[in-house]
């Protein structure tokens, strides 16, 4: 199924249909299609180009790997990412590759490299749901991320499956329409809570 | 001109094409067209749908607006930021609306915002360049942004516009190819500091 974006202003369709379901069809993702979502990836903006991200990536084709993935999942989300045929794992470098200070954008610049990543799996019919939901000290110890990076994101990826495969309470999120706040209450201009001109513009304002 | 990525993996032409240039026309950006690039941020994936973004906008239409935006750029930035007829300033809520908590994610899902308002930029012929280099505290000031949120990025958007029209350094690098980190540096799997083996398959390897 599709759950595209109930825009107000059109957006390029990559945009409006991606989307981050919890049903995964059982099939596996080619080699050379996650190839194509991590070189999205390493195209993203980053500070100074630091490019402060590590993706540790884990398929079905691997059992033993991706059972060590999937535990450091909290339960909720294990109860439907366990479907997805590839998980992974995104982890910023918190301080600068050229001088060792701290990079405050390190998360903001994986946050961009892992939006080119979902966006990239939207082209070729994939789909991809982060998650905050997971055990950072568990994913830390398993992996051996070294100090000085931070675990950030879980990923499941694949292609989208039928919502009638999961259970009730997820099933009824699947296909509830997707909300946002309106531009009115994010785009501001002059000073602070003074509503930009421009996000009237839109069809529903 | 453009500079689109030298990938290895073939990647959808809005991801390949996006770029951060310096160089800027003299061209207003139509309010609708602005609409929509914010229109893209509002749809990203954020930790509990909590959309932690906050855009401040200004365009030379409002020469006041645009000047008091300008004036938090760094000089380096100054130089050539000046020429774009949009400057917007990203910025971050800290802690979750929903329990006020603190938000690790934050600076996560701006990039994420960012990332999708910067390729819905690329898909409208516009283009955008973000920037680390601002003074927070001023801008903080300038727009009485409120504790609980953080000044991320500076944005400059517009029409792209001839190298020529730039300084002698940052004509150079304007013109230079883009550079990424391979694949295999940061697609790992199994343990910290194991290349991927997907990471082998692009057409560079």
Redesign the interface.
């Known amino acids: 199924m599709e759950n595209p ?1 109930t ?6 369709e ?3 249909r ?1 989307w ?1 379901p919890r049903a995964f069809a059982d099939k596996r993702v080619p ?2 299609e ?3 979502l ?3 990836a ?4 980053s ?3 630091d ?1 402060p ?6 398929s079905k084709e ?1 059992p033993e ?1 991706y059972e060590r993935m999937l535990a450091i999942l909290i339960e909720w989300n294990k109860a439907w990412a366990a479907a997805a045929p590839v998980l992974a794992l995104s982890v910023a470098r918190t301080s600068f590759r050229h001088n060792g200070k701290p990079n ?2 390190a ?6 490299a ?3 990543l ?3 799996a939207t ?1 070729r019919g994939l789909c991809t749901h ?1 998650m ?1 939901g997971f055990d950072a000290e568990k994913a830390r110890a398993t ?4 100090d000085g990076w931070e675990p ?2 879980a990923i499941a990826i694949g292609y989208p499956g039928d919502p009638a495969s999961l259970p009730e309470e997820l099933r009824r999120r699947e296909i509830e329409p ?4 309106p ?1 009115s209450e ?8 003074n509503s ?4 009237a ?2 069809k529903k304002a």
């Open positions: 974006a825009n107000d202003f059109p957006i390029h990559l945009l409006r991606r981050s080699a050379a996650l190839g194509s991590f070189e999205a390493r195209w993203a903006i500070c100074y180009n490019q991200w590590v993706y540790l990536v884990a691997n790997e405050r954008h998360l903001h610049d994986v946050g961009a892992s939006t080119s979902a966006l990239e082209a982060q905050g992996f051996r991320i070294p950030v994101a997707r909300s946002r706040k531009l994010f785009v501001m201009s002059g000073t602070w809570g930009a001109a421009l996000a513009g839109g």
